[in-house]
């Protein structure tokens, strides 16, 4: 178990990177409308949706936002979600308990992670990812307890800090990309969402471009399966 967590941490440390400044951003946002340590823990405990937490300090603190737009904006937010877990079926078919929480935990960047597998041992796979799914979230929810107490001790500006965000998505890309045989998937995502967005906008190109992914990466599958 030791090896694996090691193994774990180490893959996660573009992760804990990126988490640690982007976290202390949303703990900074919270601190700043007035919301205390324990809030945060408990929003990035138990929400741990990343983007969706910045837009939740809004969507709380406003007086005019019903629960009906609430609950469509976190559902289009997060729709990609839908299919990081439809790809993930055959992999965490047989995780058995862990299983719960890794659908939990399964973030854009662990998913990025777990689609680069593990090189180790089979049966050692499930607890492998479980070790990187834990690591991460504990970075965020470190990461957002600390942004909360500077806010607490100094006066800080949030300006442009949630950049890391993308900077975070770039740094994970690449790593994929230099420690994947193949980069069919990568490159069928970066041309889909190129199009997507071309095509549909800033604001609607997710949905589907997400689809699109999915519809040629299962028919890659099922070409791949046939020729076997």
Same mark, same amino acid.
């Given at each position: ?18 988490? &640690?400044?982007?976290?202390? /951003? +949303? ?8 919301? @205390?340590?324990?809030?945060? +823990? ?7 949706? #990343?983007? &969706? *937490? ?5 969507? =709380? ?6 629960? =009906? ?25 047989? /995780? ?20 680069? #597998?593990?090189? #180790? /041992?089979?049966?050692? !796979? ?10 991460a979230q504990c970075y965020w ?8 107490? =500077? ?9 442009? =800090? ?5 900077? &975070? ?6 790593? *994929? ?7 069919? @998937?990568?490159?069928? #995502?970066?041309?889909? @969402? ?26 890659a599958k099922v070409f791949k399966?046939? !020729? !076997?």
């Amino acid at each position: 178990m030791k090896r694996l967590f090691r193994d774990a941490f180490i893959a996660t440390l573009p992760i804990m990177v990126g988490y &640690l400044v982007l976290a202390c /951003a +949303f703990g900074l946002l919270m601190n700043s409308h007035g919301f @205390s340590v324990l809030w945060v +823990f408990a929003m990035s405990l138990f929400i741990y949706a #990343g983007s &969706l *937490q910045f837009l939740a300090v809004d969507l =709380i603190t406003g007086t005019s936002i019903s629960l =009906i737009t609430v609950a469509i904006t976190s559902f289009m937010i997060n729709a990609r979600h839908i299919f990081y877990g439809i790809s993930m079926l055959d992999r965490y078919k047989d /995780a058995g308990k862990k299983k719960p929480y890794l659908i939990f935990a399964l973030t854009d960047e662990t998913y990025s992670l777990v689609c680069t #597998g593990y090189k #180790g /041992a089979a049966e050692e !796979e499930h607890d492998y990812y479980f070790f990187v799914s834990l690591l991460a979230q504990c970075y965020w929810v470190v990461g957002s307890i600390i942004g909360c107490l =500077i806010g607490e001790l100094l006066p800080f500006t949030i300006l442009e =800090i949630d950049f890391a965000l993308t900077a &975070l998505f770039v740094t994970v890309f690449f790593d *994929q990309w230099i420690n994947s045989i193949s980069h069919f @998937s990568a490159i069928t #995502g970066v041309v889909c @969402s190129i199009i997507c967005l071309l095509l549909f906008g800033a604001t609607n190109f997710l949905i589907p471009a997400m689809i699109s992914i999915l519809v040629i990466l299962s028919v890659a599958k099922v070409f791949k399966r046939g !020729e !076997e």
